[in-house]
C-alpha cells in the first residue's frame, strides 16, 4: 500500500522515512567503462580494480539488502536475471564508491553508525532485541546492516566532497524557473485514508460486505486488520498521503471515490486491502514566495548531480569494471536523472 524504505519487525504497513531511503543497490548509480569479462573465475559475478566480487558474496549483499529494505529477487525466469545484472551492476559501483573512499582517507566512526541505528529502531518504536531477533531469522547479524550504513554515510560524504565547489544557484535563477514551469507549481491533492489489510480476496469480500451492511469501519479494523500499527486507530494511516506516495493499484483506487466512500479489495505487496477515504484536501496553485527555498535547492541539487555523475564515470573509467556474462548489464551508462536518485542528491 504505503511505499516503504526499510523492513523492520514493527509493523506490515507502517510508512517510514529513513536516511537509509534512496541507497537500495545504489540502483541508479550505473557505468560507462565497462569491459568484458576476460578469464574470470567461474566463482566470480564481476570485478572492479582488480577486486574480485563473488557470487557468494553479491547473493549475501542482496541478503542484507532484502531484509534491511525489502528488496526480494524475483523466483525465476526472465526479472531473475534481469534482477541479478542489476545487483551486480550495482554493487560494482558500490565497491568503485569504497575505493575512491579509501583513496580520499574517507573513514566513518563504528560509535556514529551504531547510534544512528539505535535512532533508526527508536523511530519504529522497536527495540534492538526485536531488531537482532528479526535479523537472525534471515540468517543476518547487527554488523552486516551496520556495514550498509557505513556505505551509505560514505557516499553521502563522497557526494558532499565532489559537488562542494558547486556555485549557489540565485534568486533570478529561482525565478526564472518558477515563470517557466509555472503551470506545474501547484500542490498534490491529498487524502486522509483508514484501510484494513487481510491475506486473502475473499476474506476482502467479506469484509466489504460487512461494511456494506453497515458494520463500523474501525471496529472491522480493530477485530479484522493485520496492519497492528494501524488496526487500533480504526485503521487510519494517521497522516494525509498524495497519489505519488501509495503503490499505483491502491492509489488508483483510493483516489477514485469519493470523500467516505469504500474502495477496493484491492492488492499490494502487504496483502489485499479495503479502503475509505476519511478527507480529501485539494491542491492548489503555488505561489513564488511559497516554492523559492524549494526551487533553489532543487536547481542546485541539478547541478550537483551533473558533476556527480561526470565524476562518478571517471572512477569507473579509471578504475575498470568486467562483468562475468550471466551478470552483465544491459544498459550500464549513467544519466545525470539516475544520478540524481542516488543517495547523495
Excluded: C, H
Amino acid at each position: 500500500m504505503m511505499r516503504r524504505s526499510m523492513i523492520l519487525p514493527t509493523g506490515r504497513l507502517r510508512p517510514v522515512s529513513l536516511a537509509l531511503a534512496g541507497v537500495v543497490l545504489l540502483g541508479a548509480v550505473t557505468s560507462t567503462a565497462v569491459s568484458w569479462a576476460t578469464a574470470m573465475p567461474d566463482d566470480v559475478a564481476v570485478r572492479v580494480g582488480g577486486e574480485d566480487v563473488t557470487i557468494t558474496r553479491l547473493d549475501r549483499r542482496v541478503d542484507v539488502l532484502s531484509a534491511i529494505y525489502g528488496v526480494t529477487a524475483p523466483e525465476s525466469g526472465k526479472k531473475l536475471g534481469e534482477f541479478r545484472r542489476a545487483a551486480a551492476k550495482s554493487i560494482a559501483i558500490s565497491t568503485v564508491l569504497e575505493q575512491a573512499a579509501k583513496k580520499r582517507k574517507i573513514v566513518i566512526a563504528t560509535k556514529s553508525l551504531q547510534d544512528e541505528l539505535t535512532k533508526i529502531i527508536k523511530e519504529q518504536n522497536g527495540s534492538r532485541a526485536s531488531f537482532v531477533e528479526f535479523l537472525g531469522q534471515k540468517g543476518l547479524k547487527e554488523s552486516d546492516v551496520v556495514d550498509e550504513l557505513r556505505r551509505a554515510d560514505v557516499t553521502a560524504r563522497l557526494f558532499a566532497e565532489v559537488t562542494a565547489d558547486v556555485p549557489s544557484v540565485t534568486k533570478a535563477e529561482a525565478r526564472a524557473e518558477y515563470d517557466e514551469r509555472r503551470e506545474e507549481m501547484r500542490t498534490p491533492e491529498t487524502r486522509r485514508l483508514a484501510n484494513i489489510v487481510v491475506e486473502t480476496q475473499d476474506e476482502a469480500r467479506d469484509v466489504v460486505q460487512r461494511l456494506k451492511s453497515g458494520d463500523d469501519f474501525g471496529d472491522v479494523a480493530s477485530s479484522t486488520s493485520l496492519d497492528t500499527t494501524t488496526s487500533q486507530a480504526g485503521g487510519d494511516l494517521g497522516q494525509d498521503v498524495a497519489r505519488t506516495g501509495l503503490e499505483p493499484s491502491y492509489a488508483d483506487a483510493a483516489f477514485g471515490v469519493g470523500k467516505g466512500e469504500i474502495f477496493g479489495p484491492v492488492r499490494t505487496e502487504s496483502g489485499w486491502n479495503v479502503g475509505r477515504v476519511l478527507k480529501v484536501t485539494p491542491g492548489r496553485d503555488l505561489s513564488y514566495d511559497d516554492v523559492e527555498a524549494t526551487l533553489v535547492s532543487a536547481i542546485t541539487n541539478r547541478r550537483r548531480s551533473q558533476v556527480w555523475t561526470t565524476w562518478l564515470n571517471r572512477q569507473v573509467d579509471d578504475i575498470g569494471v568486467e562483468y562475468a556474462d550471466e551478470y552483465r548489464p544491459d544498459d550500464p551508462r549513467i544519466t545525470t536523472d539516475e544520478a540524481t536518485r542516488t543517495g547523495g542528491s
